[in-house]
């Protein structure tokens, strides 16, 4: 179980996004808890980037293009709103949430 503070500075880096990552890698405490949950924002916002990028190349496709990428900007944005959200609860409640896929991805970030 993790402590309040453990639970802010893991909250500031999951909410803020790179910069609360920023600012919790610097100055936050080195636990395991604030750890995965720092790497977890890391892979959040790689997926937000590469969602984002997708988008922006399909734009690029007259009709059909504009189509898909209008499908996927709604989808990926309900997706990835609810993920954030449930990610707040499960900080606030102090558990290690493996989300799928983020999960993947942030195993692989190499924060010592």
């Known amino acids: 179980m993790s402590?309040?503070?453990e639970?802010?500075?893991s909250l500031l880096a999951w909410c803020l996004s790179i910069v609360g990552?920023?600012?919790t890698y610097l100055i936050g405490p080195k636990t395991d808890f604030v750890k995965f949950w720092l790497k977890n924002s890391i892979a959040?916002?790689?997926i937000m980037i590469l969602l984002g990028l997708s988008v922006a190349i399909?734009?690029?496709?007259?009709?059909?293009?504009?189509?898909?990428?209008?499908i996927i900007k709604i989808l990926g944005g309900v997706g990835?709103?609810?993920v954030w959200i449930v990610g707040i609860v499960k900080i606030i409640e102090?558990?290690?949430w493996n989300i799928p896929i983020i999960t993947d991805i942030a195993?692989?970030?190499?924060?010592p």
Request: charged share 15%; hydrophobic share 60%; aromatic share 12%.
């Open 80 to 82: 990835l709103t609810i």
């Open 94 to 96: 102090g558990d290690m």
């Open 7 to 9: 639970k802010l500075w």
């Open 3 to 5: 402590n309040v503070n």
């Open 107 to 111: 195993k692989r970030v190499p924060i």
């Open 44 to 46: 959040f916002f790689i």
């Open 58 to 70: 399909l734009d690029l496709i007259p009709i059909i293009g504009w189509i898909i990428s209008t």
């Open 21 to 23: 990552v920023i600012i």
